[in-house]
C-alpha cells in the first residue's frame, strides 16, 4: 500500500521560508512522480508541480515558477517543496500526491494521482 505522509507546515510571515518534506512509502519510489498540491480555504485544489523521482525531472505550475523548488532524496525516499518569498496568498493546505509515471501534460488533471497524504498547513502572514 502506498502512503504518503506531509511535514513541515507552520506559520510564517511574508517573504519568509518553509521547506515542506512528503515520506514516501509502500511502493518502487523511484520509480514514481510525486507531485505538489495545494487548497486554500473556500476554494479548489490546485497544483503546485511534480517531480519525477527516477530521473528528476520537474514541471512547475506559473504559481511556483522563481519561489519554489521540488527535489527528492532517492536515499532517504523523502520529496522536498522549498518555498520561498512566500506571501499570503500561499497560505493553504498543502499535499502530496503520487502517480505511477510522471506525465508533464498530465499530472495536474484530476484523477491522474493514484496516492495523497493528508495535508500540512501553511499559513502566511502579512
Known amino acids: 500500500e502506498v502512503r504518503l505522509a506531509e511535514s513541515g507546515g507552520g506559520s510564517v510571515q511574508a517573504g519568509g521560508s518553509l521547506k515542506l518534506s512528503c515520506t514516501v512509502s509502500g511502493f518502487s519510489y523511484r520509480d514514481y512522480a510525486i507531485g505538489w498540491f495545494r487548497q486554500a480555504l473556500g476554494k479548489e485544489r490546485e497544483p503546485v508541480g511534480c517531480?519525477?523521482?527516477?530521473?528528476?525531472?520537474?514541471d512547475y505550475l506559473e504559481v511556483a515558477k522563481g519561489r519554489f523548488t521540488i527535489s527528492s532524496d532517492n536515499v532517504e525516499n523523502v520529496v522536498y517543496l522549498q518555498m520561498n518569498n512566500l506571501k499570503p496568498e500561499d497560505t493553504a493546505v498543502y499535499y502530496c500526491?503520487?502517480?505511477?509515471?510522471?506525465?508533464?501534460?498530465?499530472?495536474?488533471?484530476?484523477?491522474?494521482?493514484?496516492?495523497w497524504g493528508k495535508g500540512t498547513l501553511v499559513t502566511v502572514s502579512s
Open positions: 517531480i519525477s523521482v527516477s530521473d528528476g525531472r520537474v
Open positions: 500526491a503520487s502517480a505511477p509515471i510522471f506525465m508533464a501534460t498530465m499530472w495536474k488533471q484530476d484523477g491522474y494521482m493514484s496516492a
